[in-house]
Every structure is written in structure tokens, then in C-alpha cells.
Nanobody, 117 residues
Framework: QVRLVESGGGLVQAGGSLRLSCAAS????????MGWYRQVPGKQRELVAV???????NYLDSVKGRFTISRDNAENTVYLQMNSLKPEDTAVYYC???????????WGQGTQVTVSS
């Protein structure tokens, strides 16, 4: 019904940058918000960044000033620019999309980000 495909993950040294992309396709009639979660094995998934409606954004405290989320509405694509990466940013990053507020989200398959010290 809705498909999310992530790309842009990889291996980078501390202090480096990566840009993640998430392209949505399928039966998309509206978008309330899109964003990114990340998960480390053995730990709870945590919300990293979200962008809603008119472009309002929110970030996990530990990534503020380093990560920037943006959206291309015409292409139904969300991006996460990650700068000044730290080893603790290492995780699998998952994008999500919600058609309306309070709806269950659609999920991407995840893209691995590994930051070496």
C-alpha cells in the first residue's frame, strides 16, 4: 500500500557527515508527518527527528545542532542531514510516514549508520 525506501547509510569516521533519504510511494493521499527513528541492538527505538505539516521540526536533544530534517513534498521524500557524527550515533535508522495524526505509521526497512572513533 505504502512503500518507504531508505538510502544513504554507511561507514564514516567521527566528525564526518552522511545524508539519509527516504522515498515514499504507493497509495499516499495525505501526509501528516514523516521522520526518523534509530535503534541500537538491545535498546529501545528512539525518535531522532520529525517534520510535520508546514515544516515544523523537532529533534532528539542529543542531535540538536548536528542533524537537519527536511522534506520534498512533491517527491514524498524526507531527508536527514547528519553532521559532526559521533560513535554513539551508530544505529539502524528507520524512516516513517503517517497519513493523518494518530494513525499507525508506515515503516522503511532501515539503513545502517556506523560511526568509527
Amino acid at each position: 500500500q505504502v512503500r518507504l525506501v531508505e538510502s544513504g547509510g554507511g561507514l564514516v569516521q567521527a566528525g564526518g557527515s552522511l545524508r539519509l533519504s527516504c522515498a515514499a510511494s504507493g497509495n499516499i493521499f495525505s501526509i501528516d508527518d514523516m521522520g526518523w527513528y534509530r535503534q541500537v541492538p538491545g535498546k529501545q527505538r528512539e525518535l531522532v527527528a520529525v517534520i510535520i505539516k508546514g515544516g515544523i521540526t523537532n529533534y532528539l536533544d542529543s542531535v540538536k545542532g548536528r542533524f537537519t530534517i527536511s522534506r520534498d513534498n512533491a517527491e514524498n521524500t524526507v531527508y536527514l542531514q547528519m553532521n559532526s557524527l559521533k560513535p554513539e550515533d551508530t544505529a539502524v535508522y528507520y524512516c516513517y510516514l503517517r497519513k493523518v495524526a494518530s494513525a499507525l505509521p508506515y515503516w522503511g526497512q532501515g539503513t545502517q549508520v556506523t560511526v568509527s572513533s
